[in-house]
């Protein structure tokens, strides 16, 4: 961590992460919220909305903001938990993953407080990893439970990806599953498409899904490939226009230019006995696309033969 640089910022101090091609990752103290990574190009994968609010206790919109220990109003607590609107710390003990020393990485750590306890009773540590190497952007969330009795939690990495055009991009690997609908009470339903496209608003919780699922962007010539450890269902949001409008902190246009495709624990809590630790691993990757074919296998990539 000691190469990394820190920078005052309007909201909290930021780590910035640089990798010897050129990647770049900008997370946030507040939140322990990635905001920015940037690929060897300088190319911006994450979305941010122009209208985010950069003064706390609002979330920023966008970038990869961590729900826990709810994700969205999936119980009692407000929406997401409150782990995103929490100054964090730097983690000087990362154990028992070895220290994050060199420029790549940082270690960042929350504990609970004596207010936290209020809304929610149980004491814990939840820390968080972040790691950038060329093309891939690593995250690893620990939970470990420091009460004497246990609890259960939700959680989801809410990823905020930058697309050429929601409308022209499909998402593979969903194709088959259970969701549930937000959109209609939580119904349950089962995905009939071979790809998923978006022609209006989404917002589904797919159950049970594989450790791989891939965003195919053409127009940017670029897959971005989610592959994921111990959340196993996987979130997709776009609010598109009506919802855009009315959503305070988000461009009225913003929704046709991101996706959120998160990694999730949501259907079955995670359940925690005092002492006990849970992780689980985020990986995204950038899959450049050549276009001699005019189309990119989505099949491959999927496979992982890319």
């Known amino acids: 961590m000691a190469n990394n640089s820190i920078k005052e910022g309007d909201r909290s101090p930021r780590i910035i992460l640089h990798e010897p091609t050129g990647s770049t990752v900008e997370v946030l103290l507040y939140g322990a919220q990635v905001i920015s990574w940037k690929n060897e190009r300088r190319e911006e994968i994450l979305f941010m909305s122009n209208k985010a609010v950069w003064k706390p206790p609002k979330p920023v919109r966008g970038g990869i903001p961590i729900c826990f220990p709810q994700f969205a109003n999936f119980g009692t607590l407000e929406q997401?938990?409150?782990?995103?609107?929490?100054?964090?710390?730097?983690?000087?003990?990362p154990s028992p993953l070895s220290p994050a020393n060199n420029q790549s990485s940082a270690d960042l750590l929350l504990k609970s407080t004596e207010e936290d306890l209020k809304t929610w009773p149980y004491r814990f540590e939840l820390r968080l990893r972040i790691c950038v190497s060329a093309g891939k952007l690593t995250m690893i969330p620990r939970v470990r439970n420091l009460d004497n009795k246990a609890f259960s939690f939700t959680l989801a990495l809410r990823n905020y990806f930058s697309v050429s055009?929601?409308?022209?991009?499909?998402?593979?690997?969903?194709?088959?599953?259970?969701?549930?609908?937000?959109l209609s009470k939580r119904e349950r339903y089962t995905e009939q498409a071979d790809a998923i496209t978006f022609d209006g608003e989404i917002d589904r919780v797919y159950l049970s899904t594989p450790t791989k699922i891939a965003i195919i962007d053409h127009e940017k010539k670029r897959t971005i490939v989610l592959r994921k450890e111990g959340m196993v269902d996987a979130v997709l949001w776009n609010p598109w226009d009506k919802k855009a409008k009315a959503i305070p902190d988000l461009g009225d246009e913003d929704y046709?230019?991101?996706?959120?495709?998160?990694?999730?624990?949501?259907?079955?809590?995670?359940?925690?006995?005092?002492?006990?630790?849970?992780?689980?691993?985020?990986?995204l990757s950038i899959v450049s696309s050549s276009y001699f074919s005019g189309q990119l296998d989505p099949q491959k990539v999927i496979n992982g033969l890319h």
């Open 80 to 93: 997401h938990g409150f782990a995103r609107n929490r100054l964090w710390s730097l983690d000087d003990d």
């Open 165 to 182: 055009d929601v409308s022209e991009v499909r998402v593979e690997g969903l194709e088959t599953l259970d969701y549930f609908d937000n």
């Open 256 to 283: 046709k230019t991101m996706l959120c495709l998160d990694a999730a624990a949501v259907e079955n809590p995670i359940n925690l006995k005092p002492c006990e630790e849970w992780k689980g691993r985020q990986e």
